[in-house]
């Protein structure tokens, strides 16, 4: 026994003046050597430094100088790495801060911390001007805290506590966007993102919300002074959006953007403000489909081609399968429009038609019309008012001019019987002069009754320079 106990003594005293021997060697010219020769056996490549700065001061901290590593094809260099070792645990570190970290994962390599012990814990883990170049995208001067990382089985770890990110600077495959701000909490899932802000474009754009895999949910979204300045701007972006991953849906609460401006080669807005509700984009399907959206807007003006509507104003929802205009309203064609009603792909119910002062012809309403879903059904107006319009169709076989057109309407139901037929319903349409082929009327009038499918009576009167036609009515 005495022997055996004489061996424990001798052990534990080379052990102890082996550690004293590493530590005064620490503090001399030879410490990096020191230092490559003691963790190069424990890890699967290769780590070099060009000082290792240690000192019994603080011995349980520890700096590395220009710290390169290299295994297979990966490869990490920063300026220096600083540990603060923890009294209690070996396998615990209290923080570590890494400053002028560089990554390249243009290799399509995924960076791995396999060779780190799976019990490895770090209090904190600090970023300082990191730089990461990835397949279309670099990200530059970006900082990092994040907060009870652990390794686990995971090929990166895994963060229990908070996460901040911020970056001076990203390029995400032509799309600019500068300083990034994350502010974030891991859950069950997921990411609860408690808040994210970045500016494009000379544009604040902050969110809150939650990712897991296959959705991200955003509660809040704010755009503020967005500039699309021209049709290069707008494809970069598209692009960018292009590369949204397709198993991956968005549901957006409230989305706020303020003071959005547009100059494309087909499209224009100026000072665009819209605040909507219950947003969602999903894999393969239409952008429209909303089945729970409600929206506002309004603008200076918006441009399409070659129309121009000024001071557009807006509120629509989506009920079910129908659109539902609480209210549209705008000028265009130097007159006034508005709208109100619901519309499915069935029926459109028109609760209020209203147009004053416009200057038409088939010119200007034919890519409108083009641009409507595929007519319904079955039409109805529960009130129809235009007022002092204009109808122009200069042809030179057939000209047509019609001034001071006025049309009121009620209770209207219409049905597309090869062409449009009034089924129900009042209507009486006037005009103060017209002009068809070279041929003047003055004041003709027309009055329409139709009851279930029917026409119950009409009535007109026109008169001309060849004399006037008395208003006669008849029954049908």
């Known amino acids: ?221 704010t755009l503020s002074d967005v500039i699309v300045d021209s049709e290069q701007t707008y494809q970069r972006l598209t692009n960018a959006l292009s590369r949204w991953s397709d198993t991956t849906s968005l549901t957006i609460e409230r989305a706020d953007i303020r003071q959005l401006s547009a100059d494309t080669d087909q499209f224009s807005v100026n000072n665009l403000t819209v605040s909507a509700e219950h947003v969602t984009v999903a894999p393969d399907t239409p952008w429209w489909q909303q089945p729970n959206l409600r929206a506002s807007f309004n603008a200076d003006y918006v441009r399409w081609r070659t129309q121009t509507w000024e001071q557009p104003m807006g509120d629509i929802e989506r009920r079910g399968k129908n659109w539902v205009i609480n209210q549209l309203t705008s000028q265009w064609q130097e007159g006034f429009v508005g709208l109100s009603g619901h519309f499915s792909k069935r029926h459109w119910q028109i609760d209020k038609l209203q147009a004053n002062n416009l200057t038409l012809s088939h010119a200007i309403l034919s890519p409108l019309i083009k641009a409507l879903p595929a007519w319904p059904e079955t039409l109805s107006i529960d009130d129809v008012s235009l007022k002092h319009n204009q109808w122009l169709a200069l042809s030179s076989q057939f000209p047509i001019k019609v001034s001071g057109i006025d049309v009121d309407g009620r209770a209207l139901r219409l049905q597309p019987l090869k062409k449009w037929r009034l089924t129900d319903g009042s209507l009486t349409a006037s005009a103060s002069h017209a002009s068809i082929n070279q041929q003047w009327l003055a004041e003709p009038y027309l009055r329409l009754d139709a009851e279930k499918g029917k026409l119950t009576s009409n009535s007109y009167c026109w008169a001309s320079l060849m004399g006037s036609w008395p208003c006669r009515e008849r029954g049908i």
């Open 1 to 221: 026994m005495r022997i055996l106990a004489k061996l424990v003594a001798s052990f534990f005293i080379l052990i102890i003046t082996t550690l004293l021997v590493i530590l005064v060697l620490l503090h001399t010219r030879h410490s990096t050597q020191v230092f490559t020769a003691l963790v190069t056996p424990m890890l699967p490549g290769t780590l070099t430094a060009e000082q290792v700065n240690y000192h019994w001061q603080r011995p349980l901290h520890l700096t590395l100088t220009q710290p390169d590593y290299q295994h297979g094809r990966q490869h990490w260099h920063a300026n220096t790495v600083r540990v603060q070792f923890s009294p209690d645990r070996l396998s615990h570190l209290q923080w570590v801060r890494v400053d002028g970290l560089n990554l390249d994962l243009t290799n399509n390599t995924m960076t791995s911390l396999k060779m780190l012990p799976a019990t490895l814990s770090i209090g904190r883990v600090l970023f300082n001007d990191l730089s990461i170049q990835g397949q279309g995208w670099q990200a530059q001067q970006v900082s990092a805290q994040l907060d009870e990382w652990h390794k686990g089985q995971a090929p990166l770890g895994s963060v229990r506590g908070r996460a901040q990110w911020a970056a001076k600077q990203i390029n995400w495959h032509g799309l600019r966007v500068s300083q990034l701000l994350v502010d974030a909490t891991p859950t069950s899932t997921g990411w609860q993102f408690r808040g994210v802000s970045f500016e494009w474009q000379r544009a604040a754009i902050s969110a809150q919300g939650h990712w897991q895999p296959g959705a991200l949910a955003f509660t809040q979204l």
